[in-house]
């Protein structure tokens, strides 16, 4: 059974005559004779008297309630993604690591919301694995993420590279790395390190490098947030390797201090090289088809990193 049988038939019980369903429907007669008549051998019984004016048997009595409701809700359905392409839906979902959500996208957002007035904005803090599978499972529209080509494969996944950035060492000013210009990688496998909880890209791409450097990395303390991790090495005994954008306000803070990795290729450690991470974005190409969301993307495009805040090339 398909829909314009459905609208021939309710078009028939509302003017009472196949001609006049026609001209409802803007097709000849003799299409909507076809279209009843192939609905009647589909059920097995008739759905109108055949006499001067077309009347509901018992059959097309019981079918005209749902067949109204199903072009309701065909109607309804239409409507509804219609108005996603002109750009009409009622929020636009965002997830992002913590990094970007403090510094680097309120002004994308505060644009975002100037253009897209009716649209409710909601952006969440979340390690990149875990965006990641929000996305995947619907749940927003977009993540902007540290990369992991296993979780962002996919023909259906759109990835934009935004930067690339150093990873570098928080420390107590008081802290004996605190002297180093460049810490070395033979002095900061030594101490004691607050990281990410599992689940966020930052602590496998930290345990990764220790593995490779063949080192025992020694995570004494998990949080997930910037501001705890400030607050921890503050005390001066645990130390903490974060993104260049994560240090903004370390940088600033005097009870703190940050310092870039040496590059040391005379080191005896198996890899001593700095280390960075990938910062994409990433959607999905249906979603990327929607107005509000293929702004938003753009605006990230233009604006992330900021040019003021552009991220530090190692020198290594």
Same mark, same amino acid.
């Given at each position: 059974?398909? !829909?314009?049988?459905?609208?021939?038939?309710?078009?028939?019980?509302?003017?009472?005559?196949?001609?006049?369903?026609?001209?409802?429907?803007?097709?000849?007669?003799?299409?909507?004779?076809?279209?009843?008549?192939?609905?009647?051998?589909?059920?097995?019984?008739?759905?109108?008297?055949?006499?001067?004016?077309?009347?509901?048997? !018992?059959?097309?009595?019981?079918?005209? $309630?749902?067949?109204?409701?199903?072009?309701?809700? &065909?109607?309804?359905?239409?409507?509804?993604?219609?108005?996603?392409?002109?750009?009409?839906?009622?929020?636009?979902?965002?997830?992002?690591?913590?990094?970007?959500?403090? =510094?680097?996208? *309120? @002004?994308?957002?505060?644009?975002?919301? #100037?253009?897209?007035?009716?649209?409710? +904005?909601?952006?969440?803090?979340?390690?990149?694995?875990?965006? /990641?599978?929000? +996305?995947? %499972?619907? !749940?927003?529209?977009?993540?902007?993420?540290?990369?992991?080509?296993?979780?962002?494969?996919?023909?259906?996944?759109?990835?934009?590279?935004?930067?690339?950035?150093?990873?570098?060492?928080?420390?107590?000013?008081? #802290?004996?790395?605190?002297?180093?210009?460049?810490? $070395? &990688?033979?002095?900061?496998?030594?101490? $004691?390190?607050?990281?990410?909880?599992?689940?966020?890209?930052?602590?496998?791409?930290?345990?990764?490098?220790?593995?490779?450097?063949?080192?025992?990395?020694?995570?004494?303390?998990?949080?997930?947030? /910037? %501001?705890?991790?400030?607050?921890?090495?503050?005390?001066?005994?645990?130390?903490?390797?974060? *993104? =260049?954008?994560?240090?903004?306000?370390?940088?600033?803070?005097?009870?703190?201090?940050?310092?870039?990795?040496?590059?040391?290729?005379?080191?005896?450690?198996? %890899?001593?090289?700095?280390?960075?991470?990938?910062?994409?974005?990433?959607?999905?190409?249906?979603?990327?088809?929607? @107005? @509000?969301?293929?702004?938003? &993307?753009?605006?990230?495009?233009?604006?992330?990193?900021?040019?003021?805040?552009?991220?530090?090339?190692?020198?290594?």
């Amino acid at each position: 059974m398909r !829909l314009e049988q459905l609208q021939a038939f309710l078009a028939i019980a509302e003017t009472g005559s196949f001609q006049g369903a026609a001209r409802k429907c803007g097709v000849t007669q003799s299409t909507i004779s076809r279209q009843i008549q192939a609905m009647e051998e589909d059920l097995g019984l008739e759905l109108f008297h055949r006499t001067s004016q077309a009347k509901l048997t !018992l059959a097309g009595e019981r079918l005209l $309630p749902r067949a109204r409701k199903i072009c309701q809700e &065909w109607h309804s359905a239409t409507q509804e993604i219609a108005d996603l392409l002109a750009g009409k839906q009622p929020e636009l979902c965002v997830a992002a690591i913590h990094s970007l959500c403090a =510094y680097y996208l *309120p @002004p994308v957002l505060q644009k975002f919301c #100037h253009n897209y007035p009716d649209i409710q +904005l909601r952006v969440t803090s979340l390690g990149s694995d875990r965006a /990641l599978k929000v +996305l995947k %499972d619907g !749940l927003v529209d977009l993540a902007i993420v540290m990369n992991n080509r296993f979780l962002t494969a996919g023909k259906e996944m759109v990835v934009e590279v935004l930067y690339d950035e150093p990873i570098e060492v928080l420390v107590a000013n008081n #802290h004996p790395l605190a002297q180093y210009e460049r810490i $070395p &990688w033979s002095e900061l496998i030594r101490y $004691p390190q607050v990281v990410f909880k599992d689940g966020y890209g930052m602590q496998r791409l930290v345990q990764d490098k220790f593995d490779r450097l063949e080192a025992t990395l020694q995570a004494a303390l998990e949080v997930n947030t /910037l %501001d705890a991790f400030r607050g921890v090495v503050r005390q001066g005994e645990l130390i903490a390797m974060l *993104p =260049y954008s994560a240090l903004v306000e370390a940088r600033i803070d005097p009870s703190l201090a940050v310092r870039p990795l040496a590059c040391n290729s005379h080191s005896s450690l198996a %890899d001593s090289s700095s280390l960075t991470r990938q910062v994409v974005m990433v959607t999905t190409q249906d979603r990327l088809q929607i @107005p @509000p969301i293929k702004h938003f &993307w753009h605006l990230v495009k233009d604006n992330v990193p900021p040019l003021f805040g552009s991220v530090a090339p190692s020198a290594c």
